[in-house]
């Protein structure tokens, strides 16, 4: 499929602070993309300078055949980037800052689609400051869309959002890729990565951990396990079966990550008959992007 973003070998320090190490992928046409990964990762910086904001030290970026740091007036008419909602004036209300906002394009804008699609009508008249924070986004996600942009960069767009509100944004980012946008967007939110993105890049200290759709993380790297209680085995013990690449154990509770759950839990089940230790609720449990997220934190904390 025809790629929107090619980001080839990208570099950025900010001092002694290397944000961004040779950072490569691509985003294709209409596909959600997920930048994820823990606080000071990366991820903000690498947006940036796909957006034009940052120039980056080294690599090469390509937006829609546009170079980003060379041509941002050309590329502003054909990406849109989502504020964060400080950013609106306190006291704007919805309306103006949308006839602010579309006084900026020389083409007619898509305001009063959008102001359907999103809900806003109820809401023009309320300045932005007592706005919920679901609210916020959407005028934000708006502004944004205004001039029906090829390419949406979102920078955790449900951030601070409840479930509700949070499900109801999947909804609208969904739709606003139905109509035609390819989405760039980065999260905190592993459910998010999960069950909005196509596919999700995961950043580390500055470098690509893991790319590809989510389940084919979860297949590729750790992430499966099984699960089980018992008042009579201990770490220490299941640590050295074949397999066992990780355990969490809480109480009677075990949680063993396993690149080979069939093998583990054959030498689980052989440990706890030989010895007569009674096991409960066994069950294979399909890992989740959390696990990871959590496990490429710790191979880096560990180095
Ligand atoms: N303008 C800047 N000046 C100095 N250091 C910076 C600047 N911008 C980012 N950094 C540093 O670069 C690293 C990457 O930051 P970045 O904001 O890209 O991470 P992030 O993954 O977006 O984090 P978060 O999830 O917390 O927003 C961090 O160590 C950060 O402190």
């Known amino acids: 499929m025809e790629a929107v973003i090619t980001v080839e070998n990208l570099t950025k320090s900010f001092g002694a602070t290397q944000a961004v190490r040779g950072v490569s992928f691509s985003v294709r046409k209409g596909e959600i993309f997920g930048i994820i990964g823990p606080n000071g990762a990366g991820k903000t910086t690498t947006l940036e300078m796909i957006e034009g904001i940052l120039k980056p030290d080294d690599g090469t970026i390509d937006v829609l055949g546009l170079v980003p740091s060379k041509q941002l007036n050309a ?3 054909r990406i849109g980037v989502q504020f964060q909602s400080t950013s609106i004036q306190k006291k704007m209300k919805v309306k103006e800052a949308l006839n602010l906002f579309s006084s900026f394009y020389k083409q007619e804008t898509q305001v ?3 102001i359907e699609l999103l809900g806003l009508e109820e809401k023009l008249n309320v300045v932005f400051e007592d706005l919920s924070g679901g609210w916020k986004q959407r005028v934000t996600l708006a502004l944004a869309t205004l001039h029906q942009p ?3 960069f979102l920078d955790e767009p449900s951030m601070g959002l409840d479930p509700h509100a949070r ?3 999947w909804t609208l980012i969904r739709t606003l890729r139905e109509l035609g946008s390819t989405i760039v967007l980065t999260t905190h939110y592993m459910e998010e990565a999960e069950k909005l993105c196509d596919r999700v890049a995961m950043i580390y200290s500055g ?3 893991a790319l590809g759709t989510p389940s084919h993380l979860l297949n590729e790297h750790i992430a499966h396990c099984i699960t089980f209680q018992s008042d009579h085995l201990n770490k220490e013990d299941l640590l050295s079966f074949p397999g066992v690449l990780k355990i969490e154990q809480n109480d009677a509770d075990f949680r063993i990550f396993s690149d080979d759950q069939q093998l583990t839990a054959y030498h689980v089940f052989q440990y706890c008959h030989d010895k007569s230790i009674q096991l409960f609720n066994f069950s294979f449990e399909r890992g989740s992007l959390d696990d990871l997220f959590v ?3 710790e191979e ?4």
């Open 75 to 77: 590329l502003n008419r």
């Open 112 to 114: 009063e689609s959008l």
């Open 150 to 152: 090829e390419i949406l």
């Open 167 to 169: 499900r109801e944004m």
């Open 207 to 209: 470098e690509i951990r």
């Open 295 to 297: 496990h490429y934190l």
């Open 300 to 303: 880096e904390q560990i180095g």
